[in-house]
Protein backbone atom coordinates (compact mmCIF):
# COMPACT_ATOMS: atom_id res chain seq x y z
CA UNK A 1 0.00 0.00 0.00
CA UNK A 2 1.27 3.18 -0.93
CA UNK A 3 1.74 5.92 2.09
CA UNK A 4 1.59 8.55 -0.08
CA UNK A 5 -1.41 7.78 -3.42
CA UNK A 6 -2.27 11.20 -4.49
CA UNK A 7 0.92 12.48 -4.44
CA UNK A 8 2.58 12.44 -8.22
CA UNK A 9 4.92 13.96 -9.48
CA UNK A 10 4.26 16.73 -12.79
CA UNK A 11 6.72 14.74 -15.12
CA UNK A 12 9.10 11.81 -14.55
CA UNK A 13 12.44 12.83 -13.31
CA UNK A 14 15.70 11.94 -15.22
CA UNK A 15 16.13 9.83 -12.96
CA UNK A 16 13.30 7.53 -13.26
CA UNK A 17 13.50 7.40 -16.85
CA UNK A 18 17.54 6.19 -17.14
CA UNK A 19 18.42 5.24 -13.52
CA UNK A 20 21.30 3.78 -12.06
CA UNK A 21 21.44 2.94 -8.08
CA UNK A 22 24.65 3.22 -5.54
CA UNK A 23 24.69 2.96 -2.09
CA UNK A 24 27.28 5.06 -0.65
CA UNK A 25 28.85 5.48 2.90
CA UNK A 26 28.99 8.96 4.29
CA UNK A 27 31.62 10.31 6.54
CA UNK A 28 30.94 13.71 7.10
CA UNK A 29 33.13 16.71 8.67
CA UNK A 30 31.97 18.50 11.70
CA UNK A 31 32.05 21.77 9.99
CA UNK A 32 29.29 20.26 7.79
CA UNK A 33 26.64 18.17 9.80
CA UNK A 34 24.42 21.40 9.97
CA UNK A 35 24.85 21.93 5.82
CA UNK A 36 21.57 20.73 4.09
CA UNK A 37 24.07 18.94 1.92
CA UNK A 38 22.04 15.61 0.90
CA UNK A 39 19.19 18.35 -0.26
CA UNK A 40 21.16 20.66 -2.35
CA UNK A 41 23.12 17.31 -4.42
CA UNK A 42 19.48 16.04 -4.62
CA UNK A 43 18.19 19.81 -6.02
CA UNK A 44 21.04 20.31 -8.13
CA UNK A 45 21.71 16.96 -9.54
CA UNK A 46 18.24 15.41 -9.99
CA UNK A 47 18.86 12.59 -7.84
CA UNK A 48 16.47 10.72 -5.70
CA UNK A 49 17.70 9.49 -2.57
CA UNK A 50 17.23 6.95 0.05
CA UNK A 51 18.35 7.30 3.22
CA UNK A 52 19.42 4.16 4.93
CA UNK A 53 21.04 5.13 8.54
CA UNK A 54 21.79 8.31 10.03
CA UNK A 55 24.29 9.23 13.05
CA UNK A 56 25.10 13.19 13.18
CA UNK A 57 25.76 15.36 15.81
CA UNK A 58 25.91 19.10 15.97
CA UNK A 59 29.19 20.28 16.03
CA UNK A 60 30.91 16.19 15.51
CA UNK A 61 31.79 14.15 12.50
CA UNK A 62 28.75 12.73 11.23
CA UNK A 63 27.88 9.13 9.36
CA UNK A 64 25.02 8.60 6.86
CA UNK A 65 24.52 5.50 4.40
CA UNK A 66 22.62 6.60 1.21
CA UNK A 67 20.95 4.87 -1.67
CA UNK A 68 21.19 7.01 -4.02
CA UNK A 69 19.43 6.73 -7.61
CA UNK A 70 19.81 8.84 -10.97
CA UNK A 71 21.35 8.88 -14.62
CA UNK A 72 24.89 7.63 -14.37
CA UNK A 73 26.08 10.98 -15.74
CA UNK A 74 24.54 12.98 -12.62
CA UNK A 75 25.23 9.93 -9.90
CA UNK A 76 29.18 11.01 -11.01
CA UNK A 77 28.57 14.67 -10.66
CA UNK A 78 26.55 13.85 -7.15
CA UNK A 79 29.38 11.81 -6.06
CA UNK A 80 32.13 14.47 -7.03
CA UNK A 81 30.00 17.50 -5.27
CA UNK A 82 30.10 15.62 -1.83
CA UNK A 83 33.90 14.66 -2.17
CA UNK A 84 34.66 18.48 -2.82
CA UNK A 85 33.38 19.40 0.44
CA UNK A 86 35.86 16.79 2.00
CA UNK A 87 33.31 13.91 2.44
CA UNK A 88 34.90 10.17 2.43
CA UNK A 89 32.94 8.44 0.67
CA UNK A 90 32.76 4.28 0.55
CA UNK A 91 30.60 2.80 -2.32
CA UNK A 92 29.21 -0.09 -0.65
Not at 7 to 21: G, I, K
Not at 39 to 51: G, S
Amino acid sequence: MNPLPNYRLCRPLQAELFSVTKRLKLKIPAILTNEPIIYKMVTLFEIVPNIITARLDKDAEGEVEIEIKGTPDNIEKGIHYLKNLKIEIVEQ
